[in-house]
C-alpha cells in the first residue's frame, strides 16, 4: 500500500504542472480569440472544489481506499503477474469498468446526486475537468473491486484509474474540433462535449473514459452536430463551492426528479 502512494505521489507534481499548464494555455486562447469559455467566479469555484477533493480524496480517504483493494487482492483466488502487457490489459478493464460507473452515475438517483456537481457548469473548460465531488470516491470503489478480484494489483488499478482520469482532463475543452478517425475509436473533447450537454438529444450520452467504442457497442454515442448548452436540466446552481458539492444531495432529499 505504501509503496502505491509512494509511486504515484512521485508523478504527482509533474501532473499538477501539466494540468495547470493547459489551463493556463486554454486561458490565453480564449482571450485571443474572443471566445468566452471562462468566467472568474466560476473559475475560483472550480479551483476550491479542486482543493477540497484532493483533500478528501488524497488526505481523508485515500488510505482506506487503499486498504480495502489490498485486502481484496489478498483474498482473491488468481495474482497475474506485473508486466507491460497485463498492465495494457488491465487498464482496458479498467476503462470497461469506468464506462459502467459512469452510466450509473447517470442512472442511479443516488450516485447522480454525487455526478451532479461535475455537471453543474454551464461553461466548459479545462477548470471544471475536476469539479468533482468531495465524496464521490467513496462509491466507485465496488466497480473497480472486480478487476482486483480477477488478479490484477492494486497498483495497476489505482495507477490505470489515475491515467485515466488525466487523460479525461484534456476532454473538457472547446479549443480543440472534432479528431476525424480517432472519433471512432477514443472519447474526444468533441464527444464530451456531447455528455455535458443538457439538450434533450445529448442526454445520458458518452459515457467513456479513454475508448468511445463502449458506447457505440451499447448504443449510448451520439456524435456532436451542434454547440450543446452546458449545465444541468434544472438550472444554474451559483458560484458557492457548498451549494455546488451538496446541491445533488438536496434534490434527492427532496425528491426531485431531475435528469444531467
Not at 486554454?26 to 480569440?33: D, G, L, S
Amino acid at each position: 500500500m505504501e509503496l502505491i502512494q509512494g509511486q504515484l505521489g512521485s508523478y504527482k507534481l509533474l501532473f499538477l504542472l501539466v494540468i495547470f499548464s493547459a489551463m493556463l494555455a486554454e486561458v490565453i486562447w480564449n482571450h485571443a480569440t474572443h471566445h468566452k469559455g471562462y468566467h472568474p467566479k466560476e473559475t475560483l469555484a472550480n479551483f476550491l472544489i479542486f482543493i477540497g477533493h484532493q483533500f478528501f480524496g488524497k488526505v481523508i480517504y485515500a488510505g482506506m481506499k487503499l486498504a480495502v483493494l489490498d485486502f481484496v487482492y489478498r483474498i482473491s483466488p488468481f495474482q497475474i503477474e506485473n508486466n507491460v502487457w497485463t498492465f495494457l490489459f488491465c487498464f482496458i478493464l479498467v476503462d470497461f469498468a469506468y464506462f459502467w460507473f459512469h452510466w450509473a452515475s447517470h442512472k442511479v438517483k443516488f450516485l447522480w446526486a454525487f455526478h451532479h456537481t461535475h455537471h453543474s457548469s454551464t461553461l466548459y473548460n479545462l477548470s471544471g475537468a475536476y469539479r468533482l465531488n468531495w465524496f464521490g470516491g467513496l462509491v466507485n470503489l465496488i466497480f473497480f473491486v472486480p478487476i482486483i478480484l480477477l488478479g490484477f494489483s492494486p497498483m495497476f488499478v489505482v495507477a490505470s484509474i489515475s491515467l485515466n482520469l488525466f487523460y479525461q482532463f484534456f476532454l473538457h475543452t472547446e479549443a480543440i474540433g472534432k479528431l476525424g478517425f480517432l472519433e471512432k475509436i477514443l472519447n474526444t473533447p468533441s464527444a464530451h462535449r456531447v455528455h455535458h450537454g443538457s439538450d434533450e438529444e445529448y442526454l445520458d450520452k458518452n459515457f467513456g473514459g479513454v475508448f468511445i467504442i463502449w458506447d457505440r457497442l451499447f448504443r449510448t454515442y451520439r456524435e456532436e452536430t451542434f454547440k450543446p448548452k452546458y449545465g444541468v436540466t434544472t438550472g444554474f446552481v451559483g458560484y458557492n463551492p457548498l451549494k455546488i458539492i451538496f446541491k445533488g444531495f438536496i434534490e434527492l432529499t427532496k425528491g426531485v426528479k431531475v435528469k444531467p
